[in-house]
């Protein structure tokens, strides 16, 4: 049995010195439950809709959001195309997101916005030590204009509050707007008691923001520090329609003024574009400033369970702890080696590593679910793609639900939801920041499961969601399977648990600053965790095996297992969406025989996961079983998909005669063995797999491994999306693997070890170069140019490079590629 001890003198000494140093309460023990209770208290608020440049809610459905609008008043023209909300991927950003983000602490974000002319930045700072209802909160709102001085912009905050309960502005609002703070009160079930004060000019700052007045008043007054208020009450699912409900709040204002003041002499756009005065009890509060030049003005949430308030002079005082905090854990955890440890490269990380932590949402709502359960969807005769297309249009998809899920996401702009495919490979960094945070996310993921074992792989929950996803790919198949990536943290966290057994950890900071440290230094808080996690585990496990299960017997095919071989489901002539490779080329035409090795080698990587949590969690008999499965995949993989002749793994198809035949693209999907650890470090085929890797002109390129082998008849072609370009996640485990393979000693140690000191190198410096060049991370990476394609602002698995940074410099970094 795997249990951490801590050493009883050991742990006296520990506490007697923390106390002497830190001052840091080492004294309070706290149990499994405790852990959790603060852990989710310190979780509760964030800028948990990353959907919206900046937004808040709490991970509590129908309770309050609240969100930001913004937009230079200049002209009249172009404030259609100016009012920022949710993040879009044409609004000519210089770049966006968050340069620092933690989150059980806060996050600094600055938002480039060339066509507004002005870097707007947005602090967000939690106090969740205040109080056991998630604490207070605050976020400063400055603006510093890009060019022109004198840039006037408007800026309206909104909170809407979407379940029952109350939502009242306090303050009085007379009809030329509000001097000084406004102040809105609330409570809800979960949540309390609340305020909410947006600040007015503060004295020290007085002067550096300048309201127009307002054009109710006469032209010739003049107000300074005025605040607009306006309280709407809608139908609760229409409130994340908030951009098209202001616009028609404002186009009546507008008609009302240009009725008093002529079509010839408007008010100039600064005050045409403003809010009428008009503030109560409603479900939808907006306040709105307009500013000449810089600005700043603060929102502060005030939970009425915290003994003290945020104020101002918090906020000031720990955006600066935060920036220290942040920047020496970020040293501490990702290790960045030569000789990528320059200051360039620190700003460079710490945005990849934050936009990635703080895309996390949380999402909650109903989603559309095809259970027919229609015989097609065997998919066991030949021509079956015709066949499935034909049942899905006869069926009415329904709403399930409602679900909610706490995750993090490929991208604000184009995919600001949950994927089961990106989200393993998102927790491999924050794993290492927040192993506790890890936990929750994946639990939140298994628990999206339904009693087959099934986890719908794209999370489109509630009609914000939907509304960004084409109709055609909303609808989720329960015989649909997607590559099983959260099994990798289950690796990654069995790693650190082993580890943790030679180097027990202490606490040094605070329960609230970071629960994960207690939760693994507690004995048995982990393995109760893991405990709850496991049967959703196994179940998903044997789910996949079932419905996912190939055919050895039918065709007659030597092999050592006749179990242990997959297939997709979901294939058409084109397309296999279910192996997250879309377009990668594929066995013509698709037959129900076929074989796929990526499918195989999940499985071989879930095997060899769960024979490790079990082995943890003396679930002895479950292990062996599990190492059993293991087994039989190593020797599967090479019986049904290696090729002897082409040196490669290959799927499997049949063919004219009924007989087994490889069928051969190089790229990613020749790589998935090796990729998950399922190959013997000194054999043969290790060498095989490594001169594939290595030529030029098949998978190498200065700017990362290629998807698909240059010498492929289809490389490039179509939509070229997994036929050439270069994928972060698929380097990130090539690379991870040379790395082990470079440290194992053997025959072809010192192959590897040249091979991932220079794709280490490229890695890193392609998507460096191009996010100095736009300002972004990008979704995949051009194999000739290295330019950065597809979707901007791809801070999901791309942020892996924080990992490949962190990876030790061994081998000749210098070399060229002609050595390798
Ligand atoms: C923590 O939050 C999760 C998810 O919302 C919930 O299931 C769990 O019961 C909470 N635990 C405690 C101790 O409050």
């Given at each position: ?5 801590l ?31 603060i852990?989710?208290n310190t ?9 919206l440049?900046f937004?808040?809610?709490p ?9 930001l ?6 002209d009249?023209?172009s ?10 991927q ?24 060339t ?21 207070n909160?605050?976020?400063?709102i ?10 006037k912009?408007t ?5 809407a ?5 109350g ?17 809105m009160?609330?409570?809800?079930g ?5 305020t ?21 008043v ?10 607009f ?7 609760p ?6 951009k ?20 010839d ?6 005050q ?9 009890a ?33 906020i ?46 949380y999402?909650?709502g109903d ?12 998919e066991?005769?030949e021509?079956f793609w015709?066949?499935t ?9 329904v ?12 991208s ?6 949950g ?9 491999i960094p ?19 499961m ?6 719908a792989?794209?999370q ?34 069995a ?16 329960i ?5 440290a ?11 965790a893991?405990?709850d ?5 196994t179940k998903?496990?044997?789910?996949f ?17 006749t ?6 489901r ?6 296999l969406?279910t ?8 066995a ?10 990526d ?5 071989g ?33 090479d ?15 049949i ?10 693209h190089?790229g ?6 090796f990729m ?37 008849a289809?490389?490039g ?20 693997r040379?790395l082990?393979?470079a ?25 460096y170069t ?7 991370a990008?979704?995949?990476y051009?194999?000739?140019?290295g330019?950065?394609q ?5 801070t999901?698995?791309t942020?892996?490079v924080?990992?490949i940074?962190g990876?030790p410099?061994?081998?000749g970094e ?7």
């Amino acid at each position: 049995m795997a249990r951490m001890r801590l050493d009883s003198m050991w742990m006296f000494w520990v506490v007697l010195l923390l106390r002497l140093v830190s001052g840091v309460d080492a004294d309070t023990t706290y149990t499994a439950q405790d852990i959790e209770r603060i852990s989710n208290n310190t979780l509760l608020w964030g800028p948990y809709r990353p959907n919206l440049y900046f937004g808040t809610r709490p991970r509590i459905p129908n309770s309050l959001l609240t969100g930001l609008l913004f937009t230079r008043v200049e002209d009249y023209a172009s404030i259609q195309h100016t009012f920022r909300h949710t993040c879009e991927q044409n609004e000519n950003m210089a770049g966006y997101g968050w340069d620092i983000f933690d989150p059980r602490l806060g996050g600094i974000q600055t938002i480039r916005d060339t066509a507004n002319g002005i870097d707007l930045t947005t602090s967000f700072i939690k106090d969740t030590a205040a109080g056991d209802k998630g604490g207070n909160w605050g976020v400063r709102i400055s603006g510093k204009p890009r060019e022109k001085e004198d840039v006037k912009t408007t800026v309206i905050f909104y909170t809407a509050r979407e379940g029952l309960g109350g939502l009242e502005v306090e303050t009085d609002v007379p009809a030329e707007g509000v001097e000084g703070d406004v102040v809105m009160k609330g409570e809800s079930g979960a949540l309390g008691d609340f305020t909410i004060t947006v600040t007015g000019d503060p004295e020290d700052r007085k002067g550096i923001n300048k309201h127009p007045f307002h054009s109710h008043v006469t032209a010739q007054e003049k107000h300074l520090d005025r605040t607009f208020v306006n309280t709407q009450q809608l139908q609760p699912d229409a409130l994340w329609q908030t951009k098209p409900i202001l616009f028609q709040h404002l186009k009546t204002q507008i008609e009302e003024l240009i009725e008093r003041y002529g079509k010839d002499n408007p008010p100039p756009p600064y005050q045409l574009y403003t809010i009428a005065n008009n503030a109560g009890a409603g479900n939808l509060q907006f306040v709105q400033k307009v500013f000449e030049g810089p600005f700043e003005f603060d929102i502060l949430f005030n939970s009425g369970s915290a003994p003290e308030p945020i104020t101002s002079t918090t906020i000031s005082s720990k955006i600066e702890d935060l920036k220290k905090s942040f920047a020496a854990k970020f040293k501490d955890v990702f290790k960045p080696s030569a000789p990528f440890t320059g200051a360039k490269y620190e700003e460079f990380a710490h945005s990849l590593f934050s936009n990635l932590i703080g895309g996390l949402g949380y999402f909650h709502g109903d989603s559309l679910v095809d259970r027919s359960y229609a015989p097609e969807y065997e998919e066991e005769n030949e021509g079956f793609w015709d066949e499935t297309a034909d049942a899905r249009s006869r069926v009415q998809p329904v709403l399930e639900g409602p679900s909610e899920l706490f995750t993090s996401i490929p991208s604000r702009p184009f995919f600001p939801r949950g994927f089961l495919w990106d989200e393993g490979f998102h927790l491999i960094p924050i794993l290492d920041w927040d192993v506790d945070l890890t936990l929750q996310i994946t639990k939140s993921w298994f628990n999206l499961m339904d009693d087959d074992g099934w986890i719908a792989r794209e999370q489109i929950l509630g009609p914000e969601a939907r509304s960004k996803v084409p109709a055609e790919f909303q609808v989720q198949y329960p015989h649909y399977a997607n590559p099983p990536t959260l099994f990798l943290i289950i690796s990654s966290l069995a790693d650190k648990l082993d580890a943790l057994k030679s180097h027990p950890l202490t606490p040094h900071t605070d329960i609230h600053t970071d629960p994960s440290a207690y939760l693994l230094s507690t004995p048995g808080a982990v393995d109760a965790a893991l405990r709850d996690l496991y049967p959703l585990l196994t179940k998903h496990y044997a789910w996949f095996r079932r419905t996912q299960a190939g055919d050895v017997k039918s065709y007659d095919r030597d092999a050592f297992s006749t179990k242990e071989a997959y297939r997709w489901r979901g294939r058409t002539t084109t397309h296999l969406l279910t192996s997250g490779l879309d377009d990668y080329p594929r066995a013509q035409p698709p037959h129900p025989g076929e074989l796929h090795v990526d499918a195989l080698s999940w499985v071989g990587l879930m095997a060899s996961s769960l024979a490790r949590i079990a082995t943890f969690l003396s679930e002895d008999d479950d292990a062996a079983r599990f190492a059993k499965h293991e087994a039989a995949i190593r020797r599967n993989v090479d019986d049904l998909h290696w090729s002897a002749e082409r040196k490669m793994y290959c799927d499997a198809s049949i063919d004219d005669y009924e007989e087994h035949v490889l069928v051969c693209h190089a790229g990613y999907v020749s790589l998935f063995p090796f990729m998950v650890g399922l190959m013997d470090p000194a054999g043969e085929k290790m060498g095989d797999v490594l001169d594939l890797i290595a030529n030029p002109a098949e998978l190498w390129s200065e700017h990362g491994i290629r998807s698909l082998g240059k010498g492929d008849a289809l490389y490039g072609t179509e939509e070229d999306y997994w036929r050439s370009p270069v994928w972060l996640n698929m380097n990130y485990l090539i690379v991870s693997r040379l790395l082990s393979l470079a440290q194992t000693p053997g025959p072809h140690q010192s192959r590897a070890t040249t091979l991932y000191a220079a794709l280490r190198r490229n890695l890193v410096t392609t998507v460096y170069t191009s996010w100095k060049e736009t300002g972004f991370a990008w979704e995949q990476y051009h194999p000739e140019t290295g330019a950065g394609q597809r979707t901007q602002h791809f801070t999901g698995w791309t942020s892996l490079v924080v990992k490949i940074l962190g990876m030790p410099e061994i081998g000749g970094e210098g070399r060229e590629r002609d050595e390798l």
